[in-house]
């Protein structure tokens, strides 16, 4: 665990060149609350079919839809520590900040290299856990549109 100052060092949403070098690098990104087809018109969906249409692996973990077993042709997993392969670079959380807390022993058990809080969803005393974890996190800015200003820049 790292503690006190040193964990700020992971706490990186006001750092353009680390934010930058995060999403020019990612290659394997878990959607946790990703939505379905039916939902085309919300970020849940449309932020994670841009990171596909990328050529991004697109890892869907929904969290409601029992009846699902595919997104965007990808099958779906229940929970982040569940994926199987490789270290996911990011999980890209659309889930309300109250909502939070309860995927954090999830995340941590997972250990992704980052986890990014969506546009408009912060939650300081899990990014704290998280950043303790030595897990990257960015807290209330879209994927999307870093990946459209950095990687496509790159």
Same mark, same amino acid.
């Given at each position: 665990?790292?503690?006190g100052p040193d964990a700020d060092r992971f706490l990186i949403e006001g750092d353009e060149e680390q934010i930058a070098q995060l999403v020019r690098t990612a290659k394997r990104v878990a959607v +946790? &609350?990703?939505?379905?087809?039916?939902?085309a018109g919300q970020p849940a969906f449309f932020v994670p079919q841009y990171l596909a249409q990328a050529g991004i692996d697109v890892i869907p973990v929904p969290v409601y839809f029992p009846e699902i077993h595919?997104? +965007? &042709?990808r099958p779906i997993y229940r929970t982040i520590a569940e994926i199987p392969g490789p270290t996911l670079d990011i999980v890209d959380v659309f889930r309300r900040p109250k909502d939070i807390p309860g995927h954090v022993e999830d995340l941590l058990a997972a250990r992704p290299r980052a986890v990014w809080f969506q546009?408009?969803?912060?939650?300081d005393e899990a990014a704290r856990r998280l950043a303790e974890a030595g897990i990257l996190v960015v807290q209330d800015r879209c994927l999307m549109v870093?990946?459209?200003r950095y990687a496509r820049a790159s």
């Open positions: 665990m790292i503690h +946790l &609350g990703m939505k379905t087809e039916a939902h595919s997104i +965007l &042709g546009s408009g969803i912060r939650h870093d990946h459209r």
